[in-house]
């Protein structure tokens, strides 16, 4: 891989920074300029080591940039892009960080037009429990997976690049086409969030609330563990995804449609089929994934 | 509380076990008698000086019994009550330890009717990863709830023996209607078991599960957990108390309705009320929840 000359990262955050420490930690990069809303967190990056300088405009950020990372907070995406569409070049490489694909990518096809050869979306399954440039460090994306979306438009070099950046950070690529990767996130991430959700705001409201409460024990925890995530950002991914989402919502209200036929008729035989499919399928997953940790989400 | 002179424990188990074990810990009880189907568990239960004695009939085992436990498998319930009826005195005090309260009673209806002011339902609400004679302790109820659900028939005094035997066992009791006592568990450990098992067969038996799998991470682990658990005994649950099961997961169903309706018109600020909501319930739970070790299921 030829070395980056010119980074510029947009959101200088746990994911951003991180990303800028382990291409500095690879040897890959030779310059790592940040740029982004908050001056307090651009200084502190500074502050750290994680860039090398702050940018001030969009302009002076990408002059000669060869790859951009876009991690900004989700609701800016749009307004980033928007920002950055007049200054850049042909040649510059873009990928992003988001957890959703088809909204990032719908903003990149409004604002990014003429530079979609370069415009690869990505996403890299990587989390800590804190937040910030302060928790930025440069194995977090060891033996993490990224997945990258290529659009049709996008030139197999700019592709290539994407991929070898990331995999510099110590990542393991898995490409697949946009949709592919909201429907699968939607399934295995946003949906039981969803869910946890819901079974907890369903009982809470209820006028008994609190004797359910006393008589939830480890199952109920740790279904709804995932209750306690963040509301505002659970939100924003929801919505972003709400297509993809609502596909998987409505296969598993299909799944529970059949269970319901189950009990109303007593089939005790044909749950017990259902409960040893499914504990099968995840005990055989469980032993697999011992091998990977689990990243946080 | 006066001492049991005879106890009688069917199905000398886990529970069972635990329960002899933690009344002679108190030294709340003189001669216990085990009961069941399994020679080899009663000879076992004598090797480990969990009973003193083991009965061959119900005819013996019943004769000048003070206090009966009935702790037999699920599917055992029935045959049990209906063999020992013609052996019950009119002052022994049944009760039992099934985590259903419906079924049970509806058993102890047709089989015990005669009986029936002597015979209290419970529930203790306590688990061990093993189960067992070898797995029985004397501490296993310490702390630990016990839900008793009086019938109308009771008299105080059977209710007050039953109360008192799991309190000497270091239990806490819970007194409730035997209807709220399956819609409590219904809501906060059946459906959610149900919910966990639909979701990982749902996507266990789609083309590309090994890929969905592939990307679940630390959420999907803790949601999916419970669908880890044993299909027979969860399908036994799940039967025995579908109308109540039935019941909560309309209640469920309909909140997914509401959450669709938001997804669907992209209603990100009630999405995230809903959310707030259910974060602030669920961790105020878990902080109560900390002083109180949650119990296997």
Redesign the interface.
């Known amino acids: 891989m030829n070395p980056i000359r010119k980074l510029v990262i947009c959101g200088v955050g746990l994911i951003g920074g991180s990303f800028a420490l382990a291409l500095r930690r690879a040897g890959m990069v030779r310059r790592i300029v940040g740029v982004g809303r908050s001056q307090h967190s651009l200084d502190r990056a500074i502050e750290l080591g994680v860039v090398d300088e702050v940018a001030h405009s969009w302009a002076d950020a990408l002059d000669g940039a060869d790859l951009v990372l876009l991690a900004p907070p989700v609701g800016q995406m749009d307004a980033v892009m928007q920002a950055m569409a007049p200054h850049l070049a042909a040649d510059t490489v873009v990928t992003d960080a988001g957890s959703t694909k088809r909204d990032v990518i719908e903003a990149m096809y409004r604002h990014l037009g003429p530079n979609l050869a370069h415009v690869v979306p990505s996403h890299p399954?990587a989390g800590a429990e804190k937040s910030g440039v302060d928790a930025a460090f440069d194995a977090l994306y060891d033996g993490r997976?990224v997945?990258v979306t290529p659009l049709p438009e996008n030139e197999p070099a700019a592709v290539l690049r994407v991929r070898e950046a990331w995999e510099a950070c110590g990542a393991v690529i898995h490409e697949m086409p946009p949709h592919?990767h909201d429907r699968?996130?939607a399934?295995?991430?946003h949906?039981?969030?969803?869910?946890?959700?819901?079974?907890?705001?369903?009982?809470?409201?209820r006028a008994?609330?609190e004797?359910?409460?006393g008589?939830?024990?480890?199952?109920?925890?740790?279904?709804?563990?995932?209750?306690?995530?963040?509301?505002?950002m659970?939100?924003?991914i929801?919505?972003a995804n709400?297509q993809a989402?609502?596909g998987e919502?409505d296969?598993?209200?299909a799944?529970?449609a059949y269970?319901?036929a189950l009990?109303?008729s007593?089939d005790?035989e044909r749950?017990?089929q259902?409960?040893?499919?499914?504990?099968d399928?995840?005990?055989a997953?469980?032993e697999?994934?011992l091998t990977e940790p689990?990243?946080?989400?």
Chains 1, 2 share one sequence.
């Open positions: 399954i997976k997945v592919d699968v996130f399934a295995v991430s949906l039981p969030h969803l869910l946890a959700f819901g079974l907890v705001h369903d009982l809470a409201g008994n609330a004797q359910l409460f008589f939830a024990a480890s199952g109920f925890r740790d279904f709804t563990r995932i209750a306690g995530s963040h509301p505002e659970w939100r924003d929801c919505i709400r989402l609502l919502l296969q598993y209200l799944e529970l269970l319901r009990l109303l007593g005790g749950l017990e259902h409960f040893s499919q499914a504990r399928a995840r005990n997953w469980a697999r994934a689990a990243v946080p989400e």
